[in-house]
């Protein structure tokens, strides 16, 4: 079998990758297809070139997070559980009372449930920006509105 063709795997290097900058309003649209799409975009599966270890992933910028939508019950129902470690110090929020409070961390947190726990999660998580209004400091890097 000497006429047999081999090829090489192509692995992204962490300096030739090219970033862009997309934002989504967040007003109407579902949480977790959202979520999933961003996730998508930070860890780089939209390109060509998805290497799985190396950060390929573009950034991300959500505005109105304070209008997304949940289907169903999930306004009233979905809780989000945290601990403090010490006696006593369990801490369980309402998604509704989020929304009031802190609308940017339920986006992340449905981004965050997304990406992969370890170093380069924490990594791709740090491209993802969500603000509550409209207004963003990232008009300088020219972001391109990204369809969900």
């Given at each position: ?9 192509y692995?992204?290097?962490?300096g ?9 309003d967040?007003?109407?649209?579902m ?19 998805f ?67 370890n ?9 993802l ?13 020219c ?6």
């Open positions: 079998m000497s006429n047999t063709l081999s090829f090489k795997t692995s992204a290097k962490p030739e990758v090219d970033r862009k900058w997309y934002i989504i967040a007003e109407g649209k949480l977790g297809r959202m979520a999933s799409e961003i996730a998508r975009v930070l860890r780089g599966k939209h390109k060509a070139q290497t799985p270890h190396i950060d390929t992933g573009d950034f991300v910028i959500v505005t109105n997070a304070e209008k997304v939508s949940l289907s169903g019950k999930k306004m009233d129902q979905k809780t989000y559980f945290s601990h403090s470690n010490y006696p006593g110090g369990v801490r369980i929020d309402n998604v509704k009372d989020m929304l009031q409070k802190k609308p940017e961390e339920v986006i992340e947190k449905a981004v965050w449930g997304m990406l992969p726990h170093n380069l999660g924490r990594k791709l998580f740090k491209k920006k969500v603000y509550s209004g409209t207004e963003h400091p990232h008009e300088a890097q972001p391109v509105e990204l369809k969900v």
